[in-house]
DNA sequence: AACCGTTTGTGACCACGTGAACAAGCGTGA
DNA sequence: TCACGCTTGTTCACGTGGTCACAAACGGTT
């Protein structure tokens, strides 16, 4: 397990472990933050930040909390200084380099989205196992053969992988990708991949989306049922 | 804020409520199935299928006995009795017709993906903002303008509306296909929408997504506490 | 300095989902 | 026919997460 970017983030006390599902809303907080402080806005309530955040107030005070006591009663909190803490909390504050496997429609898509650099995931590496497409440019990226993942995770000191191949090839990927050193893998293969325990998995699944809003799409008929918002959980 | 619609439910013999969680998981069982079927394989137990699908059989017996007793005790379950109750529980007996707004990088490679109409989702229908993207042909579906999107939505019966916008943009889309009467969205853009309660909504978040991992791959270098795995839940 | 309205931080309680354990039930073979 | 092994369906205990409510504490005002 070769960890070549190692965070900045100092030993500090014991830190308090932060619930899974808190970890999972910490970043639409920071997103709301950002643009509050591109607004000029310098103090934000929990109310207010729950209603940009789509969630209740008492949740975010409570998530929050998790990181520590960075309010003021009476006031708010200090957007500047929330964000910094957060920032800090999620480790944005480092760049984490990026590769992409796989370069069909998805993963052109991706790798062309601006969105990712700009946020501090910069797309440095792509591979693909079919040889038509080794070479060409995407992004301002050249395309490189799949074999040499350990040299281009070695040389970009990639810690997150996206893989974005059909499912048969994606628990081959994903064991490349292990056994080059990435930690840190996120699934758009329709298929379930298994990784090592230390290492984290993360999956986005379009069918399986589609499959559950069909799901209560059908009951709507019947059962007055629908339960609006869903989690990225 | 929005009060939970808890009067109508009135019609029809109280159906069994399926939870959640389970809602999110019949998908990788049924994917799992079919492929099953497709390798010839007529009975499954819940401890194999709990293997491919990366959960616990306990779980998968639970999660299935929502739907009824579909399974035969020393046996197991029926792959293809259990791929029809499973697919009309989910809606999948009927196809589901699909809307795209925004034809950026994501709309596109959404659109030219082909596993959508495969099963069931078929891409009748793309919008976008854009005059000049406006006329052209995406995966032999002709772009057209969102201000017709009443009339796009009416012609095609449309359901489900995915949304793949700039995050400016979307909470005017989902307005839109909400006054059109789509009844469930897929957001793909990274922001907060708010729609009805009658309303399902999903979202996909990449960017939320890396900064989770970020977050665990963070933590790797103090805490050995590292929960791979996570749902899309 | 003391009071007052406001907002945080947190403790208590409740709902939901998870995992293990076990009885019920089915098929098989003697 | 009966006993035995196997797998389901369900019950129970537990842990996690969500919601409520309220005391603590801060800034501003008198």
Redesign the interface.
């Given at each position: 397990m070769s960890?070549p970017a190692?965070?900045p983030?100092p030993?500090?006390r014991a830190?308090r472990?932060i619930p899974?599902a808190t970890?999972?809303r910490?970043?639409?907080y920071?997103?709301?933050l950002h643009e509050n402080q591109h607004a000029g806005v310098t103090t934000i309530s929990s109310e207010r930040l729950a209603e940009?955040?789509?969630v209740n107030a008492a949740k975010v005070r409570k998530d929050l909390s998790y990181l520590g006591s960075y309010g003021t009663r009476g006031v708010g909190y200090d957007v500047e200084y929330l964000l910094f803490q957060m920032s800090r909390?999620?480790?944005?504050t480092q760049d984490?380099p990026?590769a992409i496997v796989g370069l069909g429609?998805?993963g052109?898509?991706?790798a062309?989205?601006g969105?990712?650099g700009d946020?501090?995931?910069p797309i440095v590496a792509l591979c693909d196992a079919d040889r038509s497409v080794v070479g060409t440019e995407v992004h301002g990226v050249v395309v490189r053969h799949i074999d040499d993942l350990p040299a281009i995770a070695e040389e970009h000191g990639i810690?997150?992988g996206i893989i974005a191949t059909p499912a048969v090839a994606a628990q081959d990927v994903a064991d490349r990708l292990v056994a080059a050193g990435v930690?840190?893998?996120?699934n758009f293969a329709?298929?379930?991949i298994?990784?090592?325990?230390?290492?984290?998995?993360?999956?986005?699944?379009?069918?399986?989306?589609?499959?559950?809003?069909?799901?209560?799409?059908?009951?709507?008929g019947?059962?007055?049922?629908?339960?609006?918002?869903?989690?990225?959980?």
């Open positions: 960890s190692q965070p983030t030993p500090a830190r472990k899974e970890v999972a910490l970043p639409l920071l997103r709301s940009l955040a789509g909390e999620l480790g944005l984490w990026v429609n998805l052109q898509a991706l062309n989205y969105g990712f946020r501090g995931f810690s997150i930690s840190s893998i996120l329709p298929t379930v298994t990784v090592p325990n230390e290492v984290s998995l993360r999956k986005v699944d379009l069918a399986v989306e589609l499959q559950i809003l069909s799901f209560y799409q059908q009951r709507r019947t059962a007055p049922l629908p339960p609006s918002v869903a989690g990225a959980d």
